[in-house]
């Protein structure tokens, strides 16, 4: 009786201690050059404070009286790359919106934790929020759905549907767009055309605008409408959010039209938790971005080019999958795929994941892959 009451007291104590942060080597000296106010106040605005500051997602880590408390965890949460969630592998293909740290930030944070945590003396650079402006500036048109997202108060992580009534009244070509939810709220978004399926593109916390390459556009027909999938989980409060859509327009029609091809994986019939999906350019294309589609009990997605001169690249290479984090990639420079190249992406369920669990259809497609691409030069 008395050894379950302890085991249940430490139990509690263990539960209070993990909820509560503690502070990082109070009394520890500092063996670090690397400051708060110089190196980490920036590297914190650069991959952190997109969802880490009022108003955002998560608890503030703007000041240092902030993100001191946290240090210990912050130091968990990068070293497991849980934080910040950016579900690729680095050294596979260059993406535009990569927030993962790279080697250098990852140092720098560990020394200023591991070194005594240090603030510094000179003023630390002050926190600019670019979520409240267009990034790309004024957009052509702004819409928003007619009917607004309910968001229950802490509510897990879940798409809900929006749908966006462009209001043109004549076709448009589409050179970029940005997307502007509830930040307190929305986790990521994709954006398709209703009807046609053409995929505009996505939007994360920390990249809210899409710019295509000069001379590409999208194809928007006159009374488009927006299909817009944003995963959403619950503040403190309930939320209703009407997220804008804003559109900026080429002055004509695109040399080079942006076209979306969908794979969707199946199982190979070999190896049941192996899962692959094909995409042959028979014309050289450049590829501008691409969004995979993941059910829960994926572990793993490695997308490949094989030129038809026999060389191969592994452009993404996913090793855990994070199902809370939809995330887009956006190549850095389209990647061009000449005539006759195979594009293979094959993604493995954990094993003994329940092949059927993600939908009714056990021989239905495991994985789906959106590709946005245009005629290469
Ligand atoms: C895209 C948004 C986003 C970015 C970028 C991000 N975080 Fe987070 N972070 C969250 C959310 C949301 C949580 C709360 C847990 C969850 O919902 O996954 C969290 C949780 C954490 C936690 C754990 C808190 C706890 O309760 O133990 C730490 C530490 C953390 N983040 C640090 C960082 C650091 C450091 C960076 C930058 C290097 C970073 N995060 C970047 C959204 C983000």
């Not at 608890?59 to 240092?64: N, R």
């Not at 965890?73 to 990569?98: C, H, Q, V």
């Not at 986790?187 to 920390?206: E, I, K």
Request: aromatic content about 8%; proline content about 9%.
């Amino acid at each position: 009786m008395l050894r379950q009451a302890v085991t249940a007291l430490v139990f509690v104590l263990v539960i209070a201690g993990m909820l509560v942060p503690r502070p990082a080597y109070p009394h520890n000296p500092t063996t670090t050059t690397v400051l708060f106010n110089r190196e980490i106040a920036t590297l914190l605005q650069r991959k952190c404070v997109q969802c880490h500051a009022d108003g955002k997602l998560a608890m503030p880590l703007v000041t240092f009286d902030q993100t001191r408390p946290w240090a210990e965890a912050i130091k968990e949460e990068t070293l497991s790359r849980r934080m910040p969630p950016w579900p690729a592998e680095r050294g596979f293909g260059a993406y535009a919106n990569d927030i993962g740290l790279t080697p250098r930030e990852f140092e720098f944070l560990i020394s200023w934790i591991d070194g005594g945590v240090p603030e510094g003396t000179d003023p630390a650079p002050a926190f600019v929020d670019h979520g409240d402006h267009w990034t790309l500036g004024m957009p052509d048109v702004v819409a928003a759905p007619t009917t607004a997202a309910a968001v229950d108060a802490r509510s897990a992580p879940a798409f809900k549907h929006l749908t966006i009534d462009t209001g043109l009244t004549h076709d448009g070509w589409v050179r970029a767009i940005d997307f502007k939810p509830d930040p307190r709220v929305a986790r990521g978004a994709f954006l398709s055309v209703a009807g046609t399926g053409q995929y505009l593109g996505g939007w994360t916390p920390w990249q809210s605008s899409t710019e295509l390459p000069a001379g590409a556009a999208f194809k928007l027909p006159a009374h488009a409408r927006i299909a817009v999938d944003v995963m959403y989980s619950g503040s403190s409060q309930p939320i209703s959010d009407t997220p804008q859509l804003a559109l900026y327009f080429a002055a004509a029609p695109a040399a080079a039209p942006v076209i979306t091809t969908t794979l969707r994986a199946m199982a190979d019939a070999r190896t049941p938790a192996r899962f692959v999906a094909e995409f042959k350019a028979a014309d050289a294309r450049a590829l501008v971005s691409m969004r995979p589609e993941l059910p829960a009990g994926t572990r793993s997605l490695e997308i490949k080019l094989m030129r038809p001169d026999g060389s191969r690249e592994v452009l993404l290479w996913m090793k855990d999958a994070h199902q809370v984090w939809p995330t887009p990639y956006v190549f850095k420079k389209p990647v061009t795929l000449p005539a006759g190249s195979v594009l293979q992406a094959v993604a493995y369920a954990e094993s003994g994941a329940d092949q059927s669990r993600s939908g009714a259809d056990p021989a239905g497609p495991r994985f789906t892959l959106t590709l946005n691409h245009y005629a290469a030069k």
